[in-house]
């Protein structure tokens, strides 16, 4: 297949490209910053449409990653970058699939189970799940979250592409070993004897595989009845 992933030289992105093109899928990555790859990078900014939008005719699947990472402080100028790298680059994306000759079959954008609310009874699925920011004495950075969340999924919802199949990947943690990725980022604390009890110590940390992300993208992608939210967690948190 044809696969796109605009955001794909990221931790998240990279792993998924590398994986998609030693399977023999074709794969091209939008970056604001084009590295030298195995697979085709094709520059971006991540808000203009321009020639790029050239590689989305007859793709088998856009699978969009981009947005600024949320690894940093929560200062307000780090806030207005996470939210309008999101916010910008989803809509350009569905702007590009509008205009396409040929669109794509399937649009995979990207979400976080972030959206949802901390709660320690019902597991929160696709149907019957709560959206969180509403929990009694929830921090700021929790609410800020589930805002950026929301509006995300809200843009790509309102994107004008009645041709093209649209799945929102609430997905939680992806855990490999690369350099810059969480579990890198949480193995160093451990090794720095920094790794103690985290807040109250009771929070679930939902989280899948590096391996199980991937066979989930394409497993999403074949499954041409699957549309709207769906989770992207390992069984247990």
Same mark, same amino acid.
């Given at each position: 297949?044809?696969?796109?992933?605009?955001?794909?030289?990221?931790?998240?992105?990279?792993?998924?490209?590398?994986?998609?093109?030693?399977?023999?899928?074709?794969?091209?990555?939008? !970056?604001?910053?084009?590295?030298?790859?195995?697979?085709?990078?094709?520059?971006?900014?991540?808000? +203009?449409?321009?020639? /790029?939008?050239?590689?989305?005719?007859?793709?088998?699947?856009?699978?969009?990653?981009?947005?600024?990472?949320?690894?940093?402080?929560?200062?307000?100028?780090?806030?207005?970058?996470?939210?309008?790298?999101?916010?910008?680059?989803?809509?350009?994306?569905?702007? =590009?699939?509008?205009?396409? /000759?040929?669109?794509?079959?399937?649009?995979?954008?990207?979400? +976080?189970?972030?959206?949802?609310?901390?709660?320690?009874? =019902? =597991?929160?699925?696709?149907? +019957?799940?709560?959206?969180?920011?509403?929990?009694?004495?929830?921090?700021? +950075?929790?609410?800020?979250?589930?805002?950026?969340?929301?509006?995300?999924?809200?843009?790509?919802?309102? =994107?004008?592409?009645?041709?093209?199949?649209?799945?929102?990947?609430?997905?939680?943690?992806?855990?490999?070993?690369?350099?810059?990725?969480?579990?890198?980022?949480?193995?160093?604390?451990?090794?720095?004897?920094?790794?103690?009890?985290?807040?109250?110590?009771?929070?679930?940390?939902?989280?899948?595989?590096?391996?199980?992300?991937?066979?989930?993208?394409?497993?999403?992608?074949?499954?041409?009845?699957?549309?709207?939210?769906?989770?992207?967690? !390992?069984?247990?948190?």
């Amino acid at each position: 297949m044809k696969i796109v992933i605009p955001g794909g030289s990221g931790y998240i992105g990279s792993v998924l490209a590398r994986a998609l093109h030693q399977s023999g899928h074709e794969v091209v990555v939008l !970056s604001r910053t084009p590295k030298k790859a195995p697979w085709r990078t094709v520059a971006w900014d991540g808000e +203009t449409l321009d020639s /790029w939008a050239e590689d989305f005719e007859a793709a088998d699947a856009i699978v969009n990653l981009a947005g600024q990472s949320v690894n940093c402080r929560y200062t307000a100028e780090n806030r207005r970058v996470i939210t309008e790298s999101r916010l910008k680059s989803t809509k350009v994306v569905g702007d =590009a699939i509008a205009q396409a /000759w040929t669109p794509p079959r399937v649009w995979l954008q990207a979400s +976080t189970a972030t959206i949802y609310a901390h709660t320690y009874d =019902a =597991a929160n699925d696709e149907a +019957t799940g709560i959206i969180g920011g509403a929990e009694a004495n929830a921090p700021d +950075t929790w609410r800020f979250s589930i805002e950026v969340a929301t509006a995300w999924e809200r843009a790509f919802r309102e =994107a004008p592409t009645p041709n093209t199949r649209r799945v929102a990947m609430r997905s939680a943690i992806v855990m490999h070993p690369d350099h810059g990725s969480p579990f890198d980022m949480l193995l160093r604390l451990v090794r720095l004897g920094l790794c103690g009890q985290a807040g109250v110590g009771r929070q679930y940390l939902s989280w899948i595989h590096e391996r199980d992300f991937v066979r989930a993208v394409l497993w999403l992608i074949q499954h041409r009845n699957f549309e709207g939210p769906v989770n992207l967690a !390992s069984p247990n948190p």
